[in-house]
């Protein structure tokens, strides 16, 4: 064990409290305490160290319902970094917030200093003992990583949160995070052995448990290390009999500090005892952490109940059959998915209005007659509805899902109105758990208050998100009063404010009511031995912020009179609404895809400002005003969004379904408006239109783009110099379709062909393709008037005046068409989803548009769903298949997973997100490193591996171009592969519906 001292200076611990609170950064002067704090920590060999408005705003919020902006973000990189930046942290007198991913709801992972971001370079795996089962890890270190590391060894660390994907070890040591295996395995703190930390005065402690003995040893060294060990075994020797009977009364009692740890019986373990502080008492520089062995197999038990108070009584009589979880969610939730996930399928569930999800573990054999039990057991409960022994580990984790996405899920409540953290995190005993379920429902009825009730109901913790109005004077009071009261109901239940977690700016000022005085003057006792400067996290657990002070939605601010051209209606065509969806759950922060698109730029990255959070939170800063203060010409947030792909992928994978999309096409329409544009924006916004002159004579351009002339071409169109420009055609698709004969004999009726201009110009065998397919399942195929774009290009360019113009020109064209009927097929994944979404927004109110949406269907979706009686030719091949970021938005893979079935295809869909190039993203200068990073994660070496008979599946042309530019293989449309077979296979009339 080892102390240094940082230096005889000490910050007034006044100024240093004051810097929690509220405009004090603005009252300390003009002198820009900002750009000073930003130039001493760059000088003092910190890392990397950020005090921009863009950065700052950033990191101004966490996922609770707070904002605090700081004064700088440091990113360290190694542990000297760490100790540096307390050093001058220290000299300044200024806080120190640690962070981890930022998600914590309670408001703990912000603050008006310093934040040290310790996710981003400071998370190795030190060690791994398989042996021993310990690992040793820098608290930025991802949970899942530190899964995966264990995995290898057949091991794992037991909590896990449902943010598992993204949250640090050290986010999870602050708060004591459990999740939903905490029945089995435990919180946080009866799974860390071991911490080495800092405390603002700069002493380093490795701690753990100690014997008298070692105590009494460590005492009589004398230094700084032996004054702290001293101070708290006084404190708890001078305390037993509270410390015995207040503190650790139930296994979710996390409010507040630790203290029970103290107690001879649990070993005077200085490591528990700081799990949950909150970083309000030293800083981890490393985690010695306890892992387990799984069971060799688990089921899930799904029991229904007629309403969730129904479910939470029967939780005591469940509880002996040796769960691994026990989790509760109310019909509210799944409404949420129903109404806001049209493409997931929303498995049918036990007719009930409330959900128990319980996880049995053990020997496979075993489990069938282990989970009959416990549906026996669950049938004597009151209220029970019926069970279910889910078998299908697919749908075991599609179930899993929405239990997971609940935090972001249950931010929109069935009717779309928002939802808010701040009562989230309540638990009481389990045998208390109905009685408080129950007075707490009728609680938010008297203040006319909702929310979606979901939690851990084996451990008594509830999480419920509540429509809070905090736009108005009379709603924040509101909101106060009701926490307040909430507070006094869970203390009388024995409870404890916060279940994992922690108390933040969200609980700390209401810690009063369910402790009294004799232990909050314990808190602070504690915080004084660790903290004295009060240095470490200001405002949290003992000389608290108000619950209701520095809220991120406040009457107090007024937004930016901002107007948009898209409608927003989901948000009341308010943008500021729009872009505060994003309620920092922090999904987009998963670095792995897991069968998502979100967010591809991160995962390469790994940086907050590429993540859709990060956007959307500069967006939000935006529209307020204050960090951001040039609104719609803000260089921050143009920057910020620079390496959105505007693939579309968060749209569909966030949980409250933020568009970064969208927001970067109207950013970008405001922000350009009367101004030059990048080069990229008339090279690649216009190909549409350039192509239509290139179709003219394009052996002469395509003789030009390959010449020495290129380079000089790709610098004036502001394309990538590592760019090959894609071939145009010899013949477009339209010449060649508007020369033939059509064949077939269409009994089946008409059907729109959309001519994209990317197949049209570039690939016209993939139209050509879709031709004879269409007639082969028995369509006389049509292609709209004249020469009809969807505006794409345009749109993704943010030149949504030009967009508007051509999408009414494209609705008014088809018109005709669809109104008799006609289904209009796409076979450009991204062309298809902007005749499905984008014109309907772009011409808000305009019938023929919302008529067109509603036509538009992928080939797949026509030939699955809507071609009775039509057999697809048996296809003997094995292929993989890279979905469209666009499609997986919009429509889905489902009908074309079923139609590659029908067909007798082996088709693997790759978990690889978006393929890097999305559109114009991948060829513009600047980009293309992160454009190639991106399908290098999985999709190009996915393609490079797989065998040389492999049909390797991509619907996209951008996609198909990355796969061509990249790798030896060649890219297949669906469209291609079904005209290939029925070349050996003729129409046949018996392919025809039977007559009626």
Known sequence: MTATAQGPQRPDAATVRGMARPDAATARGPQRLDAAVTEALTRGDCGEVHGDAGRRAQYAADASNYRQVPLAVVFPRERRHVLNTIAVCRRLGVPITSRGAGT?????????????????????????????????????????????????????????????????????????????????????????????????????????????????????????????????????????????????????????????????????????????????????????????????????????????????????????????????????????????????????????????????????????????????????????????????????????????????????????????????????????????????????????????????????????????????????????????????????????????????????????????????????????VWDPDNGLNPGMIVDPLPVDGNLRVSPHRTPLPLTTVLPFHADDGDFAKATRRCVGVGKCRTAAPRGDVMCPSYRVTLDEKDSTRGRARLLYEMTQGEVITDGWRSTEVRDALDLCLSCKGCSADCPVGVDVATYKSEFLHHHYRRRIRPASHYSMGWLPLLSRVAARMPRLVNALTASRLAPAIKRLGGIAAEREVPRFADRTFLAWFRARTPGGDGHRGPVVLWVDSFNNHFTPDVLKAGVAVLEHAGYRVHVPPGTQCCGLTWITTGQLGIARRIARRTATALAPAVRAGMPVVGLEPSCTAALKTDLPELLDGDTDARALARSTLTLAELLVHHTVGWRPPHIDTRSISQTHCHQHATSGFSADSALLDAMGVDNSVLNSGCCGLAGNFGFERGHYDVSVAAGEQILLPAVRAAAPDTVVLADGFSCRTQITQRTDRAGTHLAELIARALRHQPFSSADKEPAP
């Open 104 to 528: 914590s709801t309670s408001g703990q992972a912000i603050g008006s200093g310093v934040v040290m971001d310790l996710s981003r370079y400071f998370n190795r795996l030190l060690a791994l003992d398989p042996e021993a089962g310990t690992a040793t890890v820098r608290p930025g270190i991802v949970l899942d990583d530190l899964q995966r590391a264990a995995a290898e060894h057949g091991l794992l660390f037991g909590p896990d949160p449902s943010t598992h994907s993204r949250c640090t070890l050290g986010g999870m040591i602050g708060n004591n995070a459990c999740g939903s295996h905490s029945v089995a395995w435990g919180r946080t703190a009866e799974n860390v052995l071991e911490l080495e930390v800092v405390t603002y005065r700069g002493t380093v402690l490795r701690l753990g448990e100690m014997t008298q003995g070692e105590i009494d040893a460590a005492i009589a060294v004398g230094d700084d290390r032996a004054h702290l060990i001293a101070s708290l075994h006084r404190l708890a020797e001078r305390n037993l009999a509270t410390l015995r009977t207040r503190l650790g009364r139930f296994p979710r009692q996390v409010s507040g500090y630790a203290l029970e740890h103290l107690l001879p019986e649990r070993r005077f373990n200085l490591a528990r005892a700081l799990v949950g502080s909150e970083g309000t008492l030293a800083v981890i520089l490393s985690a010695t952490v306890r892992l387990v062995s799984p069971p060799p197999a688990r089921a899930l038990v799904v029991l229904g109940y007629r309403d969730a108070c129904a479910a939470a009584d029967a939780v005591p009589g469940l509880l002996g059959h040796r769960l691994l979880a026990l989790e509760g969610l109310d019909q509210a939730l799944t409404d949420i998915v129903t109404r806001t996930e049209t493409r997931r399928t929303i498995d049918t569930l036990p007719e009930a209005r409330a959900w128990l999800f319980a996880e049995l573990g053990g020997e496979e054999e075993q489990l069938p007659r282990r989970a009959e039990e416990l549906v026996a057991a669950a049938g004597q409960t009151a209220g029970f509805t019926g069970g279910e022994i889910v078998t299908d580990p697919v749908r075991a984790r599609r179930l899993w899902r929405i239990r997971e996405d609940g935090a972001g899920l249950a931010t929109r409540l069935p009717d779309g109105s928002e939802a808010w953290p701040g009562w989230e995190d309540a638990a009481v005993p389990p045998e208390r758990l109905g009685s408080y379920l129950r007075q707490l429902t009728e609680l938010l009825a008297r203040h006319h208050l909702r929310g979606a009730v979901y939690g851990h109901f084996g451990e008594g913790c509830l999480h419920v998100r509540i429509n809070f109005d905090f736009t108005t004077e009379h709603g924040t009071a509101g909101f106060r009063a009701f926490v307040t009261e909430a507070a006094a109901l869970v203390a009388a239940h024995g409870g404890s404010l916060s279940g994992e977690h922690g108390d933040g700016q969200a609980r700390s000022e209401l810690l009063p009511l369910m402790y009294g005085p004799a232990v909050m003057a314990l808190f602070q006792q504690f915080k004084d």
